[in-house]
Structure formats: C-alpha cells, structure tokens
T-cell receptor, first 110, second 115 residues
Framework: LAKTTQPISMDSYEGQEVNITCSHNNIATNDYITWYQQFPSQGPRFIIQGYKTKVTNEVASLFIPADRKSSTLSLPRVSLSDTAVYYCLVGGGSARQLTFGSGTQLTVLP | GAVVSQHPSRVICKSGTSVKIECRSLDFQATTMFWYRQFPKKSLMLMATSNEGSKATYEQGVEKDKFLINHASLTLSTLTVTSAHPEDSSFYIC???????????FGSGTRLTVV
C-alpha cells in the first residue's frame, strides 16, 4: 500500500491560494491520486482525482509531476469555509488500497 | 450523482445493547461498500469491505463477531455493533464507488456514543 505524507497543519488567509503537497514515494503504476475534504463530524467529500500532469475542476487543481512521487492540491482564493482536513489518498481501484494518512488541517483566517 | 446516505447520524445506546447503522447508495448500485471508524482528531481507519451477496472482508484487528456487516442488496449495507461498550464509541462512516469519475463517495457518518 502506498503510504502518503502530508503536512499536519497549514494556516492561510482568506482570498489566498493554498497549495498542499503530498508525498507518495512508492506509488504503483496503476495507482490514482485522490484528494478528499472533511469537516468535523461529516464524511469525507471528494475534491479531485488524477493520474498524471494536471487536473482542474471547479473547486481545485491537482498537479502531479512526471515521477508521480508527489502531488499538490491547489485551492484558489480560499474562504473561511475551506477550513477543514484535507486527505491525499493513493490507490488503484479498491478501497482496501485507499489508506487514509493523517491529513492536513487547513485553517483559513480572516 | 453518486450519493451515499447513512442513518442514523447519531445514536446513544446503553452498554450491552446492539446498534444498527445503515448505508444506502441512492442513485447507483454498489456491489461493494466500505466501513470506516474514526476517533476524535484521528484519521479514518478501514474496518471492513462489504460485499453484496457474500461475506464481508474484515481488516486485521477488527472483530467480525462484534461488527456484523450485511449487504443484502445492491444499494444497502448495514453495520451492527453488537454488545456495545463505551470503547466502541466512535464516528462510523461508510463509502461506495459511484464510478471512476466520482471516486469513492462517503456517507455523512454516524456518531455512536455508548453509555
């Protein structure tokens, strides 16, 4: 199982762009990278998923370098409501391979 | 699309009783669902994989006789915590995959408090 390493916490201010990097040095060839957001006492919410290069949707961008040993979640212009824990998961299609790491507690300050 | 509904959202029960938690996929069929447990300030830990029409697969260290899982249809999996004790108090979350484009969708979670 690919293990992921993320910063435990990050602080930002409203309106700033936030980049959270995740390391996954032993990612397998068929593994995808998925990011989830979790608010207290709620289930995780899917943010974005990618395999290589760059993926963008309406809420975030995901940057994956060529060696795929890391990935960066980019949140543009964060607001107070983006304060949450963000999880980077690496897996190839079975939730048994979707191991949750410690996550990153993002705190957005006014 | 890809909505997972989980009930109840919170439950308080007496020590020694059993509690059932339901997980439903509302707009898709899920042959496989997953159950997680999360303690305060901690990450999610996969407990078991629920397979429609067959036995669940439990992760190492999870007691199958204590956490009974039933996946009788393509849209419903249940987790029953039997003879609950205070140490079973936790946040239980289910998930299922609605397709590659949605990743794994999670339920809203169930806060179990055993008193």
């Amino acid at each position: 199982l690919a293990k992921t390493t993320q910063p435990i916490s990050m602080d930002s201010y409203e309106g700033q762009e936030v980049n959270i990097t995740c390391s996954h040095n032993n990612i397998a060839t068929n593994d995808y990278i998925t990011w989830y957001q979790q608010f207290p006492s709620q289930g995780p919410r899917f943010i974005i998923q990618g395999y290589k290069t760059k993926v963008t949707n309406e809420v975030a961008s995901l940057f994956i370098p060529a060696d795929r040993k890391s990935s960066t979640l980019s949140l543009p212009r964060v607001s107070l409501s983006d304060t949450a824990v963000y999880y980077c998961l690496v897996g190839g299609g079975s939730a048994r391979q979707l191991t949750f790491g410690s996550g990153t507690q993002l705190t957005v300050l006014p | 699309g890809a909505v997972v509904s989980q009930h109840p959202s919170r439950v308080i029960c007496k020590s020694g009783t059993s509690v059932k938690i339901e997980c439903r996929s509302l707009d898709f069929q899920a042959t496989t669902m997953f159950w997680y447990r999360q303690f305060p300030k901690k990450s999610l830990m996969l407990m078991a994989t629920s397979n429609e029409g067959s036995k669940a697969t439990y992760e190492q260290g999870v007691e199958k006789d204590k956490f009974l899982i039933n996946h009788a249809s393509l849209t419903l999996s249940t987790l029953t915590v039997t003879s609950a004790h205070p140490e079973d108090s936790s946040f239980y979350i289910c998930s299922a995959s609605g397709g590659a484009e949605y990743g794994y969708t999670f339920g809203s979670g169930t806060r179990l408090t055993v008193v």
